[in-house]
């Protein structure tokens, strides 16, 4: 690994705090309502119309338990999404290269809206692929990213909303700085 402060590294694009952003208000869009539906199943069921008081009906505890089940990943996706939009504002985010390698620092982030700024400084002899790589659900792509695979099967994947550039972009010029560097 080599020190990407002291070597000659160009930036390859910029990172995208509006896009990050974008993306947590999304987040906690999407959590709000799924936590709303958990606590509406939970209150709803204690008394009213919707209390089950038929013999066919789920007990009302199992309801409570579905109810509770929602409003924690509502909680998660909330936060989550909260968590977003703060590192959208985290300084010092890049994505170098360069002759000697590529220099990488985004957020990286955890559970409850936790985050970190991790660095990454790989030669080129370390790395063995780069790849464009694309999330599928039932053949709509949702997500692209940039994956760094090393030697040792370890990989780096770093989602395109966090940068300006388009992934592909970014993929061609790292093959060619890449081939420039005689790898």
Partial sequence: MFDARLSDLRDLTAYAPVRVALVGIGRVIFG????????????????????????????????????????????????????????????????????????????????????????????????????????????ISFAREVRIRLYGGKEVGIERFKFAKNAKKLVAELVALRAQAGR
């Fill in 32 to 139: 709000l309502v799924v936590f709303l539906l958990g606590l509406l199943m939970v209150l709803a069921t204690k008394a009213g119309e919707f209390a089950p008081a038929k013999p066919g009906d789920l007990p009302a505890w199992w309801i409570g338990v579905v109810g509770a089940a929602f409003a924690f990943a509502g909680a998660a996706l909330l936060t989550g999404g909260l968590g977003r939009v703060v590192s959208a504002f985290a300084r010092g985010c890049y994505f170098r290269a360069g002759a000697e390698g590529v220099a990488i620092r985004v957020p990286v982030y955890g559970w409850f809206g936790r985050y970190k700024l991790t660095s990454y400084a790989f030669d080129w002899k370390e790395i063995e692929q780069v790849l464009y790589f694309v999330r599928r659900l039932n053949l």
